[in-house]
């Protein structure tokens, strides 16, 4: 039988003020993980409770300078490496599974490089149990024994939810305990050892406030986004096992005992909510239930070995807590049978996938496409948390791209104000590690910036509270109670007996009509105690109806004066919005102004730096002329100061060489004028000549081995000056006792621009045949300049001459003087045997071949 249905009061509308124009930002924290290894190089410090920073590792240079980089990143709370479970759990889901038993929507992620400990926060391992086993039991253990019978709710394919009544539910529970494999588990069935440590959760977690009169149910869903596509982990697909799955092109097998998994697509409900269509969602009663149809999924999620971590998540993982909740009737007895009285509340737990280096993890294949799918997805992820806190701290409108992935795309309302949103970032600390890690930080940073609107309160049924209660107390239904009739029959007297057994019989009749007098008279005598108490009654109802119409009188005065208030305050609040709007105009037209002035500003920076930039320009332009002209002045200073050196030499060997000639003669004239007039004049032969001329002191000949005084040759000004002994490779070795040395010496065969770099002298040794056959070796010294070419240049400032002559040979006629022609003329004086004024300038780049340039004095005479 039915129960009887009761009138649903009004349900009460919110009006979305305050609370909705209220945000929070999104709850940012950071866990970090322990190393695996003690001795491995760390790059993250915990510096207090909410602050972390990274140290660069070593082999990392951020700086173009090479100094190492510190970056302090802050949280709302930092865990380190000794925080446990229960504690993690304390601090992020604890509210929002409070908020989820109180009707209001949340999502809980961990983000975080791949091996970075996101699936053992969420799920955790045996003996420490993760933050879902952890949720599933505050859960239970605050409504557990407020949950509605099976079946009693029933999911829909549009993202709502069907209420049943409790004989509906039964025959439901019964068709589905009689197939051959429920799919819904069983809460007397064993709990599975493979995962029973984690859900012994040993601290007691109940959520506090919770409305006792309403019911209960859980539901769970499990699903997982691989490569941009949804798969439902829970959806049980035949297959026959001895059969391949797959064929050789890679591409699921179409046959009827195989159904591949198929993609689930999204939709959105008539409450503008997203969801997955067609998703399985199983119900469940307890914690052990809803674990294992969680670990169920689990091991159909897909993870694969790479280079990082030995099971690294390739898909992300959405496992949905829905909770749902309806009142009880005015009695307290049933479920009210009203769906628009039926609140459903979600826990979205998501476990991402690790983001990865594909040079790292050395993917290929199928990873490598699974790789960039999960980069792309978290791209996508940090792409909308930019573009929403540039919307919120800007003021503008840009259009966040939810729909470039299904995961921004699943959860958009989150963001939109559905809901709490809270990240966990879980980090590894070793140093290989940092690069990823300083983008998770960065992301991390800016996520925190982004503000969620808070989630509006469910609306109150408007049913009176303590129904459960009351009803418990009562004990059961009225029905059970005796009726008011029973109890008035029961008083009146009992008739006696009406079977008349003879004719005559005289007493029976008036024994009954005494009885029945009686009995009419009671019952006038109860008609009058009635009508009195009726009357009685209708004068307390009487005045009853002035108190309650007394009362209404009252609270419709104070009404009016409340509206009075309230339309004061409305006037206020128009006279404020009024005010309100004239400042904003006010703003407006200041930030224009500011934003005008602000692009002056700008442009005259631009103008002024622009101005700078030419200064500097034409100063380093000044700077370089300045440098050039410096050069070139000091170039042919030098120059002059050679020329002019070379030429007071030059003048000076030839007065020189005038003063010995005029010498000769006048020692010839002497000669002459001195020996006796008898003898014949002879002409002095030129040896007797040289031995006289070689005793005199004043004016020395100038033979090689000998040469005069020379003031154009100058000493070496350090005795520390290199040389260049430019032997060519074509010289003779002579024997002669005299031979060129020159200590610190660099020897070469051909002269090279190297070896002049290096060097402040150089020295060509020359051999030529002389006229009487033997071979004279001319030692041809100079100087090194640097040139403004970049070269090297070399100006000959003196020649030695070494030459071997045989005793009985003809000689050379090189140091007695020739007699005076007759026309006066003299003989020529080769003074390229004394000295030389040669230059030899090598260009840069040059191998000094055959690109000598030699400039000569030509040859003078001899006055």
Not at 822 to 848: I, N
Request: charged letters at 30%.
């Amino acid at each position: 039988m039915k129960p009887a249905r009761t009138k649903t009061p009004r349900k009460l509308l919110v009006k979305k003020g305050s609370q909705t124009s209220l945000k929070d930002p999104v709850g940012v924290y950071c866990r970090v993980r322990p190393l695996s290894l003690p001795d491995q190089e760390c790059c993250i410090e915990v510096i207090n409770n909410t602050t972390v920073q990274l140290h660069t590792p070593e082999g990392y240079r951020l700086n173009r300078n090479g100094d190492y980089k510190e970056t302090q990143y802050s949280f709302k709370q930092v865990f380190g490496t000794h925080t446990t479970q229960k504690e993690l759990f304390d601090a992020v889901a604890n509210a929002l599974v409070d908020d989820l038993i109180h009707g209001k929507n949340g999502l809980l992620f961990t983000y975080g490089v791949t091996g970075s400990g996101k699936t053992h926060t969420m799920t955790g391992s045996p003996g420490e149990g993760g933050l879902l086993p952890r949720c599933l039991d505050m859960i239970f253990n605050s409504i557990g024994t407020l949950q509605a019978k099976r079946y009693v709710f029933k999911s829909n394919d549009r993202n709502s939810m069907d209420i049943q009544c409790e004989v509906d539910a039964l025959l439901e529970r019964q068709k589905r305990e009689a197939m051959p494999n429920p799919k819904t588990p069983s809460s007397k069935r064993q709990v599975d050892p493979e995962f029973a440590d984690m859900i012994n959760v040993q601290e007691f977690c109940k959520a506090e406030e919770v409305d006792e009169d309403s019911v209960y149910g859980v539901f769970v869903s499990y699903i997982e986004i691989y490569n941009n596509y949804i798969y439902d982990l829970l959806e049980e697909v035949p297959f026959d096992p001895i059969k391949p799955k797959w064929n050789s092109c890679s591409t699921p097998m179409r046959s009827a005992d195989f159904v591949p998994p198929q993609s689930k697509l999204l939709r959105e409900d008539k409450n503008h909510n997203m969801y997955v269509a067609g998703c399985t969602e199983v119900e469940v009663k307890s914690t052990e239930e809803a674990f294992e149809v969680f670990w169920r999924g689990q091991k159909k999620r897909r993870i694969a070995n790479t280079h990082l971590n030995r099971e690294s998540s390739r898909s992300h993982s959405v496992f949905n807590i829905k909770l749902v909740q309806a009142p009880l009737d005015a009695d307290g007895d049933n479920v009210l049978q009203e769906k628009e009285q039926i609140t459903i509340s979600q826990l979205s737990l998501v476990d991402l996938a690790g983001s990865e280096r594909t040079n790292r993890t050395k993917a290929e294949g199928n990873r490598l496409r699974e790789a960039g799918n999960i980069n792309q997805s978290l791209m996508t992820l940090r792409t909308c948390m930019e573009v929403l806190r540039e919307n919120q701290m800007y003021g503008t409108n840009k259009m966040v791209p939810y729909r470039d992935s299904k995961l921004t795309h699943l959860f958009k309302n989150y963001f939109d104000g559905e809901g709490k949103v809270r990240m966990i970032v879980c980090v590894n600390p070793k140093a290989e590690d940092y690069e990823e890690s300083l983008q998770v930080m960065r992301f991390a940073e800016v996520t925190q910036e982004v503000e969620v609107a808070r989630p509006v309160d469910k609306a109150i049924c408007g049913l009176t509270p303590g129904r459960r209660f009351r009803n418990q107390v009562r004990g059961g239904p009225v029905g059970d109670e005796p009726l008011v009739t029973e109890v008035v029959l029961q008083s009146f007297p009992p008739l006696p007996s009406c079977e008349l057994l003879d004719v005559n019989d005289e007493q029976t009749l008036p024994r009954l009509i005494e009885a029945l007098e009686k009995r009419h008279q009671l019952r006038q005598m109860m008609v009058e105690e009635f009508h009195k108490q009726s009357i009685t009654f209708k004068a307390l109802l009487q005045e009853f109806d002035n108190a309650v119409l007394n009362k209404e009188n009252y609270v419709q005065g104070k009404l009016n004066e409340k509206e009075k208030v309230i339309s004061g305050q409305k006037l206020e609040i128009e006279r404020l919005e009024k005010k309100n709007r004239t400042l904003e105009y006010k703003i407006e037209i200041l930030e224009k102004t500011t934003t005008i002035y602000e692009e002056d500003k700008r442009t005259l920076q631009q103008e002024l730096e622009a101005q700078n930039q030419k200064l500097q320009r034409q100063f380093s332009d000044k700077r370089r002329l300045e440098a050039r002209l410096q050069g070139m002045v000091t170039e042919t200073t030098m120059k002059w100061e050679k020329e002019c050196e070379r030429r007071v030499a030059a003048k000076q060997l030839e007065m020189q060489n005038k003063l010995w000639v005029k010498d000769e003669k006048l020692k010839q004239l002497k000669a002459i004028v001195t020996e006796p007039k008898a003898d014949k004049p002879e002409r002095p032969s030129r040896e007797r000549d040289r031995e006289k001329v070689t005793q005199r002191a004043v004016s020395p000949s100038p033979v090689p081995n000998a040469p005069p005084l020379r003031l154009r040759h100058r000493r070496s000004r350090s005795a520390g000056d290199r040389w260049v002994d430019h032997k060519p490779a074509s010289n003779v070795q002579t024997e002669t006792v005299m031979q060129p040395h020159v200590p610190h010496a660099i020897t070469v065969s051909v002269a090279n621009e190297k070896a002049l770099a290096k060097c402040e002298k150089y020295m060509l040794t020359h051999q030529e045949l002389a006229s009487d056959g033997e071979i004279e070796t001319k030692l041809i010294k100079g100087d090194v300049y640097k040139t403004r070419g970049g070269g090297q240049s070399v100006q000959f400032t003196d020649i030695e001459t070494l030459k071997q002559e045989s005793p009985t040979g003809r000689k050379r006629r090189s140091s007695t003087a020739a007699p005076a022609q007759p026309d006066g003329a003299e003989s020529e004086w080769t003074d390229v045997e004394t000295r030389c004024s040669v230059a030899v300038e090598m260009r840069a780049g040059s191998q000094l071949g055959p690109g000598y340039q030699h400039h000569a004095q030509p040859k003078r005479k001899k006055p």
